[in-house]
């Protein structure tokens, strides 16, 4: 079956064409080699998702359905060391279809996070192959533990094999938590014998809760 690119053009929708931004278009025309008419699927990262054609640099949209959103988990983790690090958290969670990533401040963490607009283009991207309806959210700014809202999942040595079904669930940084950083209501989860990496804690325990 010949593979029909997927992209996300933000909404408000008017008119019957989508106009698609001049690096959508030269992917879709230079590295793909599609050509007007071409058949393109499309989203507005909010759960409506369509079935069209290439036009002149847009979508000439065609029918559409609202998808419901494949989860209403949040991932918060401590920002990996490095950029090429967080890129690989961010587009793994989103093409999981985690609902939301908040950035996490620790004692022994990291405070060096990507632009927002890269982290968005991370983002962007990874439902884009994906095939996705929904954009992640990502939080703006770093937002310490005793913040987060809900039932509250910790990843951390020594905690139970099943969490349970926690609305948040937190990847601490390399150097671990903090004792007095981990809240007493909150549920210790334990993820395996080894040590794990930021990013692969976060994309085990995502895939573990999402199934």
Same mark, same amino acid.
């Given at each position: 079956?010949?593979?029909?690119?997927?992209?996300?053009?933000?909404?408000? %929708?008017?008119?019957?064409?989508? +106009?698609?931004? @001049? !690096?959508? %278009?030269?992917?879709?025309?230079?590295?793909?080699?599609?050509?007007?008419?071409?058949?393109? +699927?499309?989203?507005?990262?909010?759960?409506?998702?369509?079935?069209?054609?290439?036009?002149?640099?847009?979508?000439?949209?065609?029918?559409?359905?609202?998808?419901?959103?494949?989860?209403?988990?949040? !991932? &918060? &983790?401590?920002?990996?060391?490095?950029?090429?690090?967080?890129?690989?958290?961010?587009?793994?969670?989103?093409?999981?279809?985690?609902?939301?990533?908040? %950035?996490?401040?620790?004692?022994?963490?990291?405070?060096?996070?990507?632009?927002?607009?890269? #982290?968005?283009?991370?983002?962007? &991207?990874?439902?884009?192959?994906?095939? *996705? =309806?929904?954009?992640?959210?990502?939080?703006?700014?770093?937002?310490? !533990?005793?913040?987060?809202?809900?039932?509250?999942?910790?990843?951390?040595?020594?905690? #139970?094999?099943? @969490?349970?079904?926690?609305?948040?669930?937190?990847?601490?940084?390399? *150097? *671990?938590?903090?004792?007095?950083?981990?809240?007493?209501? =909150? #549920? #210790?989860?334990?993820?395996?014998? +080894?040590?794990?990496?930021?990013?692969?804690?976060?994309?085990?325990? &995502?895939?573990?809760?999402?199934?």
């Amino acid at each position: 079956m010949k593979h029909i690119p997927h992209v996300v053009v933000g909404a408000p %929708w008017s008119g019957e064409e989508l +106009t698609l931004s @001049p !690096i959508q %278009w030269r992917h879709l025309t230079k590295v793909l080699r599609k050509n007007r008419g071409d058949p393109v +699927t499309y989203t507005d990262g909010l759960g409506t998702r369509g079935a069209g054609r290439l036009g002149n640099q847009s979508v000439v949209r065609g029918e559409e359905i609202e998808v419901p959103r494949p989860s209403n988990l949040t !991932i &918060a &983790a401590a920002p990996p060391a490095s950029k090429d690090r967080q890129r690989f958290l961010v587009e793994k969670l989103a093409e999981l279809g985690v609902a939301k990533l908040i %950035w996490l401040d620790t004692q022994h963490g990291k405070d060096r996070v990507a632009a927002p607009s890269k #982290v968005f283009g991370w983002v962007l &991207a990874a439902v884009e192959q994906s095939q *996705g =309806s929904w954009l992640m959210e990502i939080s703006p700014s770093l937002v310490r !533990i005793t913040d987060l809202e809900g039932v509250v999942g910790i990843c951390h040595p020594g905690g #139970v094999a099943d @969490p349970g079904a926690p609305d948040v669930v937190v990847i601490g940084p390399e *150097g *671990g938590l903090a004792d007095d950083e981990i809240p007493i209501d =909150s #549920v #210790v989860w334990d993820l395996g014998p +080894t040590i794990l990496r930021v990013e692969t804690a976060a994309v085990v325990a &995502a895939s573990r809760i999402l199934g």
